[in-house]
């Protein structure tokens, strides 16, 4: 995962439409899988850089699969 294609926390909730509390809880629920983001240690804190690309292939990837069982109970 290289630096220069991570985000913040606040940029990935501006391009995915929701907000940070929900991006947090999508990362407590694994929605948004650990090895597409790293965490960096602060001074009072943990914050965390994200690689676009992979959550948003995780989480198209995680629509289709959601589609495709709703067909199925269908």
């Not at 509390?21 to 960096?40: E, F, H, L």
């Amino acid at each position: 995962m290289s630096d220069d294609n991570l985000i913040r926390i606040g940029e990935l909730a501006d391009r995915l439409q929701v907000s940070t509390i929900t991006v947090r809880n999508w990362m407590d629920s694994g929605k948004i899988p650990k090895s597409s983001y790293i965490a960096v240690a602060g001074d009072t804190r943990t914050t965390y850089r994200f690689d676009y690309d992979k959550v948003r292939d995780h989480l198209s990837a995680d629509n289709a699969e959601g589609r495709k069982q709703l067909e199925l109970d269908l």
